[in-house]
């Protein structure tokens, strides 16, 4: 059953000014909490690394694959996420939204989703709590960690618990149709089917964005939105700087961005 929640991705270029270290954009997440504060339905809270998570883990080699990463690298990886973490949960909680940050390392047993972890978010919800999670070094097992990807959490998280909205805030309007004149790809629809594939639809993403991120930037984005689409679940992709445009799309209003439309199973 479709839940009343909406997720949002706070990209980490929208929070953070991703070309300088360790820089919150406070300015774009005190719009961002306003409008927030506006919204009347659950809410679940994902953010990016940014300037925080992503500096540290080039610094020290980190990556998506599973591996003995260097523990002082594990270690200031995280703390840098529970810094930013805390910034957004203050700017928030300072709007009136109850927040209440976890990090993604308590989702998961041995690097898998642990569901009844996650349909504890559903129950926080109920109750007025804003859990607010986070792209993160997190172990998997046998003394290995990998960089968990916000945007990998925001699948995990949709295909479990069934919101009725999924937003990505990034730092562009949506899609581009190409870099010249960049005009906005509107709808990505899936070719309907008649069973779910294993395997997500690829995208041509030649002419897009490619941000430099340890977790893959936008390509990173368009897949995992692609495998929420497969499910069945439509995924936008909005401008965050632009904070109306999350107020617009989470109540469905006329929106300014990409929308890949769930794929319908016949
Ligand atoms: O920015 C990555 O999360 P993302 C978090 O959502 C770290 O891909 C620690 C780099």
Redesign the pocket.
């Known amino acids: 059953m479709e839940n009343r929640i909406v997720i949002i991705?706070l990209?980490?270029s929208v929070i953070t000014f991703k070309d300088k270290p360790l820089s919150a954009n406070y300015k774009a997440i005190n719009n961002i909490s306003k409008v927030l504060s506006k919204l009347e339905t659950p809410l679940i809270i994902v953010?990016?690394?940014?300037s925080y998570?992503?500096y540290w883990?080039v610094k020290w080699d980190m990556h998506t694959k599973p591996q003995k990463y260097n523990p002082h690298g594990i270690s200031i990886?995280h703390s840098s996420?529970l810094t930013l973490n805390n910034i957004i949960i203050d700017k928030l909680y300072k709007h009136g939204l109850n927040t209440y940050g976890i990090s993604p390392f308590s989702f998961l047993i041995k690097g898998k989703p642990n569901s009844n972890k996650i349909l504890e978010l559903k129950k926080m919800t109920e109750h007025n709590i804003i859990p607010v999670t986070?792209?993160?070094?997190v172990y998997i097992k046998n003394n290995k960690y990998s960089?968990?990807?916000?945007?990998v959490l925001m699948t995990i998280l949709s295909k479990i618990l069934n919101p009725s909205k999924i937003i990505f805030a990034l730092n562009v309007d949506g899609l581009y149709n190409n870099m010249r004149d960049k005009k906005i790809i509107k709808e990505i629809k899936f070719e309907n089917d008649e069973t779910p594939k294993k395997k997500p639809t690829k995208i041509n993403l030649t002419n897009n964005v490619n941000i430099y991120?340890?977790?893959g930037g936008i390509k990173?984005k368009v897949e995992e939105a692609s495998k929420i689409a497969e499910t069945g679940k439509d995924v936008i992709f909005i401008n965050g700087l632009d904070s109306t445009q999350i107020q617009k799309a989470a109540q469905d209003k006329n929106f300014k961005g990409t929308i890949f439309k769930g794929k319908i199973y016949r």
């Open positions: 991705k990209g980490g953010h990016g690394g940014g998570g992503h883990s990886v996420m986070y792209g993160d070094a960089i968990l990807s916000g945007d991120d340890v977790t990173r």
